[in-house]
């Protein structure tokens, strides 16, 4: 018998699966095939906006993804690096293969994880309490607790125009059995949809046509782990390239839509809005002459490239047609055509904060079958339902970040509470408090936690305690320094355009809250050069920001307050008076934790709220 069973190998089920047994305990990990594990069947690359932060919190909780993204990563870039760093975000663009080679290597290797080839076609429950599941090969296995991350494999099919494949991605297998057994144990479910873009040749573009995109000239990394030699060098990192459709592409969707299969009607679930199908974007932004496209490797040969943002479920003939009506892509050979995807998720409204499922003791649900879309989004909540098995397994309280302490918090917290019609990205503006939840301090934020939950080193933990004394040494150095006019301190503010008197001193803490200084010129001046660079870099970011960050904090506190009041789950919320009908159907459905969870429902005013907050103080008495 295994204490914990992990269905589904991609990227939340390793996350799942590692977090487990990291942690010591008797895991197994069910996959439909070793040669699909960690899979990315759609983009190669991991990170991007707000998704790039998630990763580099994965990395804080000590998860995989971001070690073995660094390793196998072709390209490092750092985004929105000209706006404030409460929206920086690093991507990587990741060789498919050796990504999914390393971590193959890694779930064959791991201690106390044992890996099955197979199929599961039953969730076993007794009395709503998880028993055991049942595969088409192996039969029964037994387990304590159970984490379902089966992404896009669960009752799937794949759609290229009017022929609908009953498949999961890249022609693997799926099974409609698995849909039946959750539904038999009371779950709901839902369809949802998503696509993929063509494969090309890369020797057939003509990339004279296209605009150069390189990388960041700078070493960074999603985790804090990776070393310098561990990463592909900058100059012999590979470039993407930026092209464009045309008017021409333009027409050839507009006479094609009736053959696509969402406009078909052959399309049941919903697409992600973020992330539309080609002819979407042409129906919905009509006016549009044109739609950038990122032409991306998928691995270090640069044999295929992938054209980002072509995703569509278009027959073979049109989408020849389109392609070759791209610019650069004239001549381009399509070596795996583009299809759209639909298969069955589970209502995120039955789960819990800590991902298990309200209704059956010991079943956790995490990845995109939870409703949610993209590599990093699945890892994230992977690696938080791993935690809370393992909490549940040793009789420890559930594991919750809140939505000031994370993206994933924030993730989590909009899936159980507003629930999700759509495959759920993750945005920088879904965070109230983004500038607290920076690329630069998700270790910060997070370390303890992945220490306390036995996943961080203690060789890594006494590293970053002993780098955060740096940061607060540094920070009290520049408070307790006069910089005297006679370091050649006045020259360079008047350089920067400041005019100021020759013979003031300065105080270096203040002078490097002003625009355009910079801690490490400040530095050089005073003949200081103690402190490495990510440790000046976090100071100023810190000192540059601090009114800002000071204020988001207080206002995070303030909301916050209303999380602390926890509400009874055996409220009948048609029996509080004075609450609206909707109100009572509302939090019925979604049963909140606490009162905080309870203002964020889709359709509670606060008017709801305060009749809440009297009613529960009134059940206290």
Not at 96 to 114: P, Q, V
Not at 180 to 202: A, M, Y
Not at 556 to 579: E, F, G, H, S, W
Request: net charge negative; hydrophobic share 35%.
């Amino acid at each position: 018998m295994f204490e914990a069973i992990v269905v589904g190998a991609g990227h939340a089920g390793i996350e799942a699966a590692m977090a487990l047994a990291h942690a010591g305990k008797k895991t197994v990990l069910v996959t439909i095939s070793f040669s699909k594990i960690a899979n990315m069947p759609c983009n190669p690359s991991i990170g991007g906006p707000a998704k790039g932060i998630v990763v580099r919190e994965i990395d804080a909780l000590g998860g995989v993804m971001p070690r073995v993204a660094d390793k196998t990563a072709l390209q490092f870039k750092m985004l929105n690096t000209t706006k404030g760093p409460g929206v920086w975000s690093m991507r990587v663009q990741s060789d498919k293969e050796a990504y999914g080679d390393m971590m193959r290597e890694l779930c064959l290797n791991t201690e106390n994880l044992t890996m099955y080839e197979d199929i599961v076609e039953e969730v076993i429950c007794e009395e709503k309490v998880f028993k055991a599941v049942r595969l088409k090969k192996e039969g029964i296995i037994e387990g304590k607790v159970c984490i379902l991350t089966t992404g896009t494999y669960m009752d799937s099919c794949t759609m290229i125009s009017d022929e609908v494949t009953p498949e999961g991605p890249d022609h693997e297998p799926t099974t409609k059995d698995l849909s039946e057994s959750l539904r038999k144990l009371g779950i709901e479910l839902f369809r949802l949809k998503t696509g993929t873009p063509q494969r090309v040749r890369t020797s057939t573009i003509d990339f004279s046509k296209t605009k150069y995109e390189p990388g960041t000239d700078e070493f960074i990394r999603f985790s804090e782990d990776t070393l310098k030699e561990e990463v592909l060098p900058y100059d012999e990192q590979l470039p993407c390239y930026l092209t464009y459709t045309t008017e021409k592409t333009k027409e050839i969707v507009k006479a094609n839509l009736n053959k696509s299969s969402m406009y078909s009607g052959v399309v049941r679930g919903v697409g992600p809005r973020y992330c539309p199908s080609f002819e979407d974007k042409v129906v919905r932004f009509a006016d549009k002459e044109r739609h950038q496209l990122f032409l991306e490797p998928l691995t270090r040969d640069r044999e295929l490239t992938y054209v980002q943002g072509f995703s569509t479920s278009m027959p073979r003939d049109v989408q020849e047609e389109m392609v070759h009506s791209v610019i650069g892509l004239e001549n381009a050979e399509i070596v795996k055509y583009a299809y759209a995807i639909e298969y069955d998720a589970v209502d995120p409204l039955q789960v819990k904060p800590n991902l298990e499922l309200k209704d059956i003791d010991g079943l956790f649900i995490s990845g995109q079958i939870l409703g949610t879309s993209g590599y990093e989004e699945a890892a994230g909540l992977g690696i938080m339902a791993g935690i809370n098995a393992r909490r549940k397994l040793d009789g420890e309280e559930p594991f919750v970040l809140k939505r000031d302490e994370a993206y994933i918090g924030v993730m989590i917290d909009d899936l159980v509470t507003k629930g999700t019609k759509e495959p759920y990205r993750l945005l920088t503006s879904r965070a109230e408090y983004r500038l607290l939840m920076r690329h630069d301090n998700a270790e910060n934020r997070l370390i303890r936690y992945g220490y306390e939950n036995h996943l961080i080193s203690e060789e890594r933990y006494q590293r970053y305690l002993k780098k955060q004394e740096s940061i607060n040494g540094l920070k009290e150095y520049l408070k307790d320094t006069k910089v005297s006019y006679d370091t050649g301190i006045n020259e360079y503010l008047n350089n920067l355009g400041y005019e100021e008197d020759d013979n003031t001193s300065h105080n270096a803490y203040e002078l490097c809250k002003r625009p355009n200084v910079e801690i490490a010129d400040i530095l050089d001046l005073i003949d200081n050069s103690e402190y490495d660079e990510e440790v000046v870099k976090e100071v100023q970011i810190g000192i540059k920001y601090e009114g800002y960050i000071s204020k988001a904090r207080k206002e995070a506190d303030r909301m916050l307050k209303m999380d602390k009041l926890k509400l009874p789950q055996d409220i009948d919320y048609t029996k509080v008076d004075n609450l609206r009908l909707e109100a009572r159907q509302k939090l019925n459905q979604v049963k909140p934790f606490t009162l905080g969870q309870a203002g964020r429902i889709s359709g509670i005013n606060p008017a709801d709220i305060q009749v809440l907050a009297v009613y529960v103080k009134q059940r206290q008495k």
